[in-house]
């Protein structure tokens, strides 16, 4: 296959673009380079099978010659970032998404949409299943990024069903492992990077909140069988191990060795009290569920954040 990955240079988009490589396929990457790097893609210089192309979404995509899927993945996606970017975040979600969509139904391919379990906001009905509909704020901080991504479902929906275009939606929940930024934003490599840096850990009111934390070898297994699979309709990829906030900084400690101390801030406006996919969708339709243990997958976070640090 011919496959067209917005966000290429990003922290998913770039172990995507890995996955589908080491499955042999050909790869045209595209980032604007807001939030991504190119140090995530460095190691396929040179690479036959991959192309990067520095480019905006939001504007108009030309990709020559065939294109068998296109997955769209470009978007700021901690909070730092798409409060840091809210125009750029709704624009990709609405304008990116739209020439995707339009990409994806000049070249007869299919579409594979990164949403996100923000979709579902600060929910009332826990765990989450997909035909949930959530609770959002769309004038609140946080709207932008979650009502950009329910617009880009929307928006998918709309073409599969008026043009017939084959297309996949991924509501991914919290994701971690190597190639996150050391100023990402998300609690994982913000806990991380602070212990290991012997700071304070920034803890959001008293952590009681909780939230659900996929190794990306995981997540990425679901968006490539998600793919390939036959559903439709929006698929949660998470992990259904439901921690505290304050479980996962405790945990941090122990694994780093860091004497750090916690410090507690006021809770972000809108910020979800519980975090927790269900998953039965994706057992049963893409044989998916997660294999890695948080204690795993911390630590070979932390292994790579440890050598970003030395470095």
Do not use: C
Request: glycine fraction near 10%; proline fraction near 6%; charge should be neutral.
């Amino acid at each position: 296959m011919r496959v067209v990955i917005t966000g290429a240079a990003g922290f998913l988009g770039s172990h995507l673009v890995d996955r589908f490589i080491r499955d042999g396929h050909s790869v045209v990457g595209l980032d604007n380079l807001l939030t991504g790097s190119l140090a995530n893609i460095a190691h396929l210089a040179g690479n036959e099978r991959f192309l990067f192309i520095h480019h905006d979404v939001t504007n108009f995509i030309f990709v020559d010659g065939p294109v068998d899927g296109v997955l769209h993945f470009a978007s700021p996606a901690s909070p730092d970032d798409y409060l840091r970017y809210p125009i750029q975040t709704l624009k990709v979600g609405a304008l990116g998404t739209h020439k995707a969509l339009g990409l994806a139904k000049a070249k007869g391919a299919r579409l594979l949409l990164a949403s996100t379990s923000e979709v579902y906001g600060d929910p009332e009905v826990h765990p989450q299943p997909e035909t949930y509909w959530g609770r959002v704020n769309p004038v609140g901080p946080r709207g932008v990024y979650d009502e950009a991504k329910r617009f880009a479902e929307a928006l998918t929906m709309a073409y599969h069903r008026y043009h017939g275009l084959p297309t996949r939606i991924a509501r991914i929940f919290n994701t971690y492992g190597p190639r996150m930024r050391v100023e990402d934003g998300r609690v994982v490599s913000n806990f991380v990077v602070q212990a290991l840096r012997g700071a304070p850990l920034t803890m959001y009111g008293e952590g009681q909140q909780t939230r659900s934390f996929a190794f990306v070898s995981d997540t990425i297994e679901g968006l490539y069988r998600l793919f390939h699979g036959a559903r439709v309709d929006p698929t949660n990829l998470g992990n259904a191990e439901e921690y505290t906030v304050r479980q996962l900084a405790d945990l941090v400690l122990e694994l780093t060795g860091s004497a750090s101390r916690i410090e507690h801030r006021p809770l972000p406006v809108d910020d979800p009290r519980v975090r927790q996919p269900d998953i039965t969708v994706a057992q049963r339709e893409l044989g998916w569920e997660p294999v890695v243990p948080l204690r795993e997958g911390l630590g070979r976070t932390i292994a790579y954040f440890r050598e970003r640090l030395s470095a």
